[in-house]
Nanobody, 122 residues
């Protein structure tokens, strides 16, 4: 079982930066691929970024590529999402997710956090 708790959201001006954190509990955390998704008001939840268990493979949505970096610290059981050059269209609730495999993470994650709000003002 994995429990995920996000933090680091907030209000930022366009062009600013935020770093989201996702603290995971569970002894098998280090073997789980992890990712971030987001859901804007009135829209479906969408994929943002993913990282495999070793941290050696990452994947980004085209909408955030070049502005966002996902990383993980196994010693701290934490996954991060560094977001730079934020735009108003990045405004959404950001969710941390984990899955038993990389393929499942990208389709149907097994575990979700409660979400953290990111608001980017113009």
């Amino acid at each position: 079982q994995v429990q995920l708790v996000e933090s680091g959201g907030g209000l930022v001006q366009a062009g600013g930066s935020l770093r989201l954190s996702c603290a995971a509990s569970g002894r098998t955390f280090s073997t789980y691929p992890m990712g971030w998704f987001r859901q804007a008001p009135g829209k479906e939840r969408e994929f943002v970024a993913a990282i495999n268990w070793s941290g050696g493979t990452t994947l980004y949505a085209d909408s955030v590529k070049g502005r966002v970096t996902i990383s993980r610290d196994k010693a701290k059981n934490t996954v991060y999402l560094q977001m730079n050059s934020l735009k108003p269209e990045d405004t959404a609730v950001y969710y941390c997710a984990a899955a038993l495999s990389y393929e499942r993470l990208l389709r149907t994650p097994d575990y979700w956090g409660q979400g953290t709000q990111v608001t980017v003002s113009s």
